[in-house]
């Protein structure tokens, strides 16, 4: 079992950055690859970003790549996502997910309640 919990949401102005943690709880947190996911109002969970077990892979949405972060620190039980030149349109709920490493949501065993990050324009 893998309890969760995402913090470091919060309103930005467009352009800004935010950094957003991932705390596991457990000692199995190392065995697992991480996602970020999120979800504006009114549209389905998407895919941000991913990084297998050991850090040494990556992986990122189109639409984030180049601007957005992925991170871990097995020894901390923590990923990390940074978000630079933020727009509006990555406004949403991000949650962070325990499980295999994919881009796809149902592969993830585990979820975190979510944090919101609202970027103004």
């Known amino acids: 079992q893998v309890q969760l919990a995402e913090s470091g949401g919060g309103l930005v102005q467009a352009g800004g950055s935010l950094s957003l943690s991932c705390a596991a709880s457990?000692?199995?947190?190392?065995?697992?690859?991480m996602g970020w996911f999120r979800q504006a109002p009114g549209k389905e969970r998407e895919f941000v970003a991913a990084?297998?077990?050991?850090?040494?892979?990556?992986t990122y949405a189109d639409a984030v790549k180049g601007r957005f972060t992925i991170s871990r620190d097995n020894a901390k039980n923590t990923v990390y996502l940074q978000m630079n030149s933020l727009k509006p349109e990555d406004t949403a709920v991000y949650s962070c997910?325990?499980?295999?490493?994919?881009?796809?949501?149902?592969?993830?065993?585990?979820w975190g309640q979510g944090t919101q990050v609202t970027v103004s324009a």
């Open positions: 997910a325990a499980g295999r490493f994919a881009v796809v949501t149902s592969i993830y065993r585990y």
């Open positions: 457990g000692r199995t947190f190392s065995a697992y690859a």
């Open positions: 990084i297998s077990s050991s850090g040494g892979s990556t």
